[in-house]
């Protein structure tokens, strides 16, 4: 059985602001992006302006209950049930399915600060670190750092209580939730599936991880597309992606509209030997080429870029390239909800008939997605 | 494809062809078995680092699998890796580095932990800043540590090594992400995407920071001396759980690709259901009702009825809540006959092994379904009158058992359950 997948909702936060209209409008060059240069110098960040979380996440005890990419998540997720016109349906929401490409591991950082200056001097550092962490750890701060309490608190906040699953393993997490939730309904699985993501650019514990590797730009912000080993890397950025994903036939019951159609999503996982990016994109995206319209959710590291960009020349000659780091940052998790929610809108918008999203993890992962107008 | 092969929704039926499990009672199926059915504990003081003046001491950690320190990912893809060299090599499916068919495995989240950050901040002057750690990093003197701590850097690892195909699946539902896994593999198989599978569970991290966290939240008995007797599912005393590790892996097959080259068919997986609790973070609906549906549905999705059913292969942490949840809700499933049908927790002698547990408790489930033979709830000395149940008290008993729930409940309100059986409906 292989049944018609449309996307009927469409939640998107990020630095541009929330709903498809500020996004649409940066990529007709109406809004400029927004960057903040000086905060985590000498690591540009696309920053989340104010959100008012109450519209979203009533109580403020939630909201208390969650680090910013629970919060960031909860609220995306919330826009695409009213993008999706469900918000209200408690019974189709108690047999919603979801899926959530997440990270997790906001720290503390004060804590932690001074914990490690502790231990330069500690007679016994184990012992001082088990003093500490006791002493020093809120109790839920573990749940507002686990991967799962995401979709934890969505379940919560907006009685999404289905089965659930959280994806982990950065950008192609959220390559693999969106190709898994396609799948289940594709196959008559699920009927009706919010997957999506969400990142908090705006901590150094996650930048820590990802300058080890050396794959953080600094300096000069430039187009994302363009970074090379002169100049390159990730600028990240906040962001929360969902969708919801509903079989054709169940959108059409219940009077939804489908604002863009899931063809397909696939994804693999190469060795990254030279020239692996290029061959398994070309290969993912089929004899089809000709698409007038791509989203690249590459994260601008140099290696990926030139490889997908190779890719793109063959598959999408001559197409418009909207690379979403050039809009909200790159997204890590969230990434490539965001670019297919993008492409989403752009088709419903009347930006073309038919859109490619791909996806290169910075380290790992690759993923391919075709959209068309519904 | 013939109707042998199907189920009584018309899916393809999911055989099980290879299982592997290592726990703090040992590597390999063998061994676990005959401890676990003896009523071993692999629970043991910790000493994989400092427990002065923590309020536990103890887990079931397993030790000795390296000769210097290591990070919790490093153990985590170790244990993994040991359960998967035994599951696949069972199963004899493809040849070594090359396996036909996806991985989906449960792995715990991974950060950079106290000793790396402790390498960064050894440049520091005066008092450390997460400014100073990053221009430490940005010297670059350290990348290794960024694929080490990376989320997808254990599954992947285990994918490059047994060489699966297509993008290999992290994932996460708490304590119940074993179970997940497993469900993962069969509805990928139920799609006809794969002939097989590789889901595996993992966990490897008993560190001090893990350990106080659950500590924090009160959910880990204090009870260490002796630490043998710390985890006591359904027992009146019981005070929380005792922190596991392990790793289980499971090759599942469609029936039909395992008839078809005469492969050993160790068991089935029948049915799984899952529900979402939207009550709290960490507790349970009062009402136990996510439970019971995730119960109902997987016995749905396996076509049985509750009377079916020979043996529940609980979750039962040892925890006072999940015991009494757990309890009455298998009782609103199987109502009155709930008096008799034998439940235990493995649990009580491998401690919880977080992450692993529902694969853990898969391969100890198919093992009792196998030998014929249900492990113990040891350390059952006070019963708790408001659990009137057959928890298999102490001493393991032989019995038919053709079909077993195996329970898996989870933070952030993750019910998963799964059914196993010695042949099709």
New interface residues.
């Given amino acids: 059985m292989t049944r018609e997948v449309v996307i009927t909702g469409i939640g998107l936060l990020s630095s541009l602001g929330e709903g498809v209209a500020p996004h649409i409008e940066a990529v007709d060059g109406a809004r400029a992006p927004v960057i903040d240069a000086a905060s985590f110098a000498p ?1 540009p960040v696309h920053p989340l302006g104010a959100v008012e979380y109450d519209r979203q996440i009533p109580k403020k005890s939630d909201q208390r ?1 969650m680090e910013p990419w629970q919060r960031i998540g909860v609220y995306a997720a919330g826009l695409a049930l009213d993008s999706a016109g469900i918000k209200s349906d408690a019974e189709a929401k108690d047999r919603m399915h ?1 899926i959530v490409a ?4 906001e ?1 503390d ?1 004060a804590v ?2 001074q ?3 502790g ?2 001097t500690a007679a ?1 550092p ?2 001082f ?3 500490r ?2 002493s020093d ?1 809120r ?1 839920t ?3 507002a ?5 995401l ?3 969505i ?2 906040v907006h ?12 950008e ?2 959220g ?2 939730a969106i ?2 939730a396609h ?2 309904i594709a ?1 008559g ?1 699920a009927d009706m599936i919010l997957v999506g993501g969400s990142y908090n650019a705006e901590r ?2 996650m ?9 953080m730009l ?1 300096g000069d912000v430039v187009p994302t597309l363009s970074r090379d080993a002169g100049h390159g890397g990730m600028v990240t950025g906040s962001v929360g992606a969902f969708l919801v994903l509903e079989a054709a036939h169940s959108a059409r019951a219940r009077g939804a509209t489908a604002q863009a159609r899931l063809d397909s999503v696939v ?3 190469t ?1 990254r030997n030279p020239a692996d990016i290029v061959r398994t994109l070309t290969a993912m995206a089929g004899p089809q080429t000709g698409v007038p319209l791509v989203v690249s959710a590459s994260s601008g590291v140099p290696a990926c870029v030139a490889e997908e960009k190779a890719a793109l020349d063959a598959i999408a000659p001559g197409a418009d390239i909207v690379a979403m780091g050039d809009l909200t940052g790159h997204a890590i998790e969230a990434a490539f909800p965001a670019a297919v929610a993008l492409a989403a809108a752009l088709l419903q918008a009347g930006r073309g008939r038919e859109a490619v999203v791909t996806g290169v ?1 910075h ?3 690759e ?1 391919l997605a075709r959209l068309s107008r519904a | 494809m013939s109707s042998a092969h199907l189920d009584p929704s018309g899916r393809p039926l999911v055989a099980v062809t290879g299982l592997g499990v290592v726990t703090s009672l040992g590597q390999g199926k063998a061994d676990n078995w005959s401890r676990l059915t003896v009523g071993h504990s692999g629970i043991h003081r910790i000493t994989r680092f400092p427990t002065k003046g923590l309020r536990t001491t103890i887990a079931g950690t397993v030790d000795d699998l390296f000769d210097r320190s290591f990070a919790a990912p490093e153990l985590s893809e170790k244990l993994a890796l040991i359960a998967a060299e035994e599951a696949v090599a069972q199963s004899g499916l493809g040849r070594p580095g090359d396996f036909p068919g996806p991985l989906f495995m449960a792995v715990p989240p991974v950060e950079l932990e106290w000793v790396q950050k402790q390498e960064l901040a050894a440049s520091s002057n005066g008092d450390v800043t997460y400014q100073a750690l990053l221009a430490d990093a940005a010297q670059h003197r350290h990348t290794a540590y960024h694929a080490m701590f990376l989320f997808g850097s254990v599954a992947g690892h285990i994918a490059d090594h047994f060489g699966t195909k297509g993008s290999p699946i992290s994932l996460s539902t708490a304590c119940s992400s074993g179970a997940t896994a497993i469900q993962m593999g069969v509805e990928a198989i139920r799609r006809g995407d794969t002939e097989a599978a590789l889901c595996i569970g993992t966990d490897g991290s008993v560190q001090a920071e893990s350990l106080i966290r659950f500590s924090l939240l009160s959910a880990l008995s204090t009870q260490n001396d002796p630490p043998t007797a710390a985890s006591k599912p359904f027992s009146k005393n019981r005070d929380g759980f005792v922190m596991g590790e392990g790793g289980a892996a499971l090759v599942l097959e469609s029936y039909q690709s395992a008839r078809r080259r005469g492969a050993a068919i160790l068991g089935f997986v029948l049915g799984c259901g899952e529900k979402g609790d939207g009550f709290h973070r960490t507790r349970s609906s009062p009402d136990g009702r996510p439970a019971i549906v995730a119960m109902q549905q997987a016995l749905a999705d396996a076509g049985l009825e509750p009377d079916q059913i020979d043996y529940v292969n609980a979750h039962g942490t040892s925890t006072p809540e999940n015991d009494k949840m757990e309890a009455m809700s298998c009782t609103a499933v199987f109502g009155e006959r709930m008096g008799r049908l034998p439940i235990s927790s493995n649990k009580s002698m491998v401690g919880h092994t977080l992450t692993a547990a529902g694969a853990v408790e898969a391969v100890f489930s198919l093992l009792t379904i196998a030998h014929g033979r249900i492990p113990p709830t040891i350390n059952y000395r006070e019963p708790d009158p408001n659990i009137p149940l057959d928890v298999v008290p102490n001493v393991a008993r032989d019995a038919a058992v053709r079909r077993v729930i195996s329970n898996s409940f989870g933070f952030g309100g993750q019910n998963t359950c799964l059914v196993f059986a010695d042949s099709p409906a």
């Fill in positions: 690591y209950q979801v997440a990270g997790g591991g720290r950082h932690d600060a914990i490690l200056t231990l330069k016994e184990g012992v670190l088990n003093e962490l006791l750890l109790p701060l573990f749940l750092q686990l991967s799962n309490l979709a934890g608190n379940s919560i009685g999404v209580t289905g089965p659930s699953r959280t994806f982990m393993g950065e192609q997490a390559v693999d190709r898994i799948a289940r196959a699985q150094r514990d930048m820590l991880l990802y300058e080890l590797g050396g794959v600094t994804a693999d996982r060795r993890g380290h790992r992962g993923g």
